[in-house]
């Protein structure tokens, strides 16, 4: 069993947690509340890890992704404390540590300044968040593992005032897209980016 993502997240910021609520079809969370995703090797056995983690403890799951390769969970609560004691139950149940898990990698890093109008429209109809405008600057933010992403979401919301336009968090790469003025889009840049340099675990 390979643990690829764990990560906690104090406060959903409410950009993060209304996209989690928007797309996810579990039980959605509210702005605010403690968050914490695991991602595994294999997939499959997120089913297992969901079932641990809600006998555990009275958490409640808004994502849950199976893919063949690996698996995806959210699990959130107002009590960090139960978020926490949750994501213990599912370590000992893998009989693994959270320093085992795979340190995030930034394998794209981008900043597109002055978006043109036409771009603007072709991320707009792909995306299911807030919309980019014309002229604004675009971050563009791929990690490995994919769950990892959405730490660098919740710390650079935090820091800016910037518009979460998409992200996904499962498969091979997470992907982020956050659009805003120029001068905010480098400050939430540079949060996301120390948010994954912060965390520590194994090398792939």
């Known amino acids: 069993m390979e643990l690829r993502t764990y990560i906690f997240l104090d406060q959903l910021?409410?950009?993060?947690?209304?996209?989690?609520?928007?797309?996810?079809?579990?039980?959605?969370p509210v702005p605010y509340v403690a968050s914490l995703w695991v991602e595994i090797a294999p997939g499959?056995?997120?089913?297992?890890?969901?079932?641990?983690?809600?006998?555990?403890?009275?958490?409640s799951p808004a994502v849950q992704v199976v893919e063949r390769a690996f698996g995806l969970l959210e699990i959130h609560d107002e009590d960090q404390g139960n978020v926490l004691q949750a994501g213990q139950a599912i370590l000992d149940h893998l009989n693994l540590s959270e320093g085992?898990?795979?340190?995030?990698k930034a394998v794209s890093n981008q900043i597109i300044r002055s978006v043109e109008p036409?771009?603007?429209?072709?991320i707009n109809r792909n995306s299911a968040g807030m919309m980019i405008l014309p002229g604004q600057s675009l971050f563009?933010?791929?990690?490995?593992?994919?769950?990892y992403v959405v730490f660098a979401a919740n710390e650079?919301?935090?820091?800016?005032?910037?518009?979460l336009v998409d992200i996904r968090p499962y498969g091979a790469f997470g992907r982020l897209?956050?659009?805003?003025?120029?001068?905010?889009?480098?400050?939430?840049?540079a949060a996301a980016n120390a948010a994954l340099a912060s965390?520590?675990?194994?090398?792939r």
């Open 13 to 28: 910021q409410p950009q993060l947690a209304s996209y989690i609520g928007k797309t996810a079809r579990g039980f959605l």
């Open 44 to 59: 499959i056995a997120i089913n297992r890890v969901t079932d641990v983690a809600l006998k555990a403890t009275r958490v």
């Open 100 to 104: 085992e898990r795979i340190k995030p």
């Open 118 to 122: 036409y771009q603007a429209q072709l």
């Open 140 to 147: 563009i933010l791929e990690t490995q593992p994919a769950g």
């Open 156 to 163: 650079a919301e935090k820091a800016a005032n910037v518009s």
């Open 177 to 189: 897209y956050m659009a805003g003025s120029e001068s905010e889009i480098d400050s939430a840049a």
């Open 199 to 203: 965390v520590s675990g194994r090398d």
